[in-house]
């Protein structure tokens, strides 16, 4: 990987390139530490040193262990004793936070980091980035949303690509979803939905990559609502996915 940072820069110079006040704990944390290894994957870092050099008047807050913790979490850094180590992930993730001041803004979307708010009746605009995303799946899509009507074959699932294990579990469904479900699985052959009686939270899980945590469902969001979507990934998305599979597999096909 390319690392476009500049480590000519002090600390506090190399910090205020980031948008700090958008910015988790974990997220400052991580931009500490990849200053103190010059973005070295797997090079060694004291927690010491993160404690005892960490500007809490730049970043607006103490330094707390529990940074540590939740970056660890994420999937960011490896932690061996007293020491952390910068992951692959970590970097990557740090990249992807920018160098905007403000959240960035695509049409009735407003997004900081991993946070997505829909305006209410920004219905396209959710249908649009939920359908870069099953576009983006190389393998499999799985997918927990409590109500379903058969809508969501044309906004959404027809994104994804023909060859792509979709995975479906719902609890309550539209008079009209069984009949498209069918219809769309003679030219999805890997299309699959299971009812599941105990379902209340929405999420979908793209590949090994990432999982989204959707407040409505598919099927409306956005649509009298403004939307929240949080995107998550390293462990917490294999949490996610650990859940999914717990699920889908107490239910019979």
């Not at 994957?41 to 807050?61: F, G, M, Q, R």
């Not at 910068?86 to 407003?110: M, N, P, Q």
Request: contains cysteine; glycine residues 6%; positive net charge.
């Amino acid at each position: 990987m390319t690392i476009e940072l500049d480590f000519t820069l002090n600390m506090k110079a190399f910090l205020a390139t980031r948008p700090l006040r958008n910015m988790s704990g974990q997220e400052k944390m991580l931009a500490v530490l990849i200053y103190r290894v010059g973005g070295k994957i797997d090079e060694p870092c004291a927690v010491s040193e993160i404690n005892t050099n960490w500007p809490s008047a730049l970043l607006e807050t103490h330094y707390h262990s529990t940074f540590v913790e939740r970056a660890e979490t994420a999937g960011w850094l490896n932690r061996h004793g007293k020491e952390l180590r910068l992951t692959d992930h970590g970097l990557k993730h740090f990249l992807s936070i920018g160098s905007e001041k403000t959240a960035s803004v695509k049409g009735e979307i407003r997004q900081v980091g991993q946070l997505y708010i829909v305006n209410r009746k920004g219905t396209h605009s959710f249908d649009k980035m939920m359908r870069a995303e099953f576009a983006s799946a190389k393998t499999r899509i799985s997918i927990v949303d409590s109500y379903v009507d058969e809508t969501i074959f044309d906004t959404i699932l027809d994104a994804a690509g023909k060859n792509c294990i979709i995975k479906l579990l719902y609890t309550n469904k539209s008079p009209g979803f069984d009949a498209r479900a069918k219809r769309f699985g003679t030219e999805f052959p890997k299309f699959e939905a299971r009812r599941h009686p105990h379902l209340h939270d929405r999420f979908v899980i793209i590949d090994s990559t990432a999982g989204f945590i959707s407040g409505p469902s598919l099927k409306d969001a956005a649509s009298h609502f403004t939307a929240i979507v949080v995107k998550i990934e390293g462990k917490e998305r294999a949490l996610l996915e650990e859940i999914f599979q717990e699920f889908w597999k107490s239910i019979k096909a």
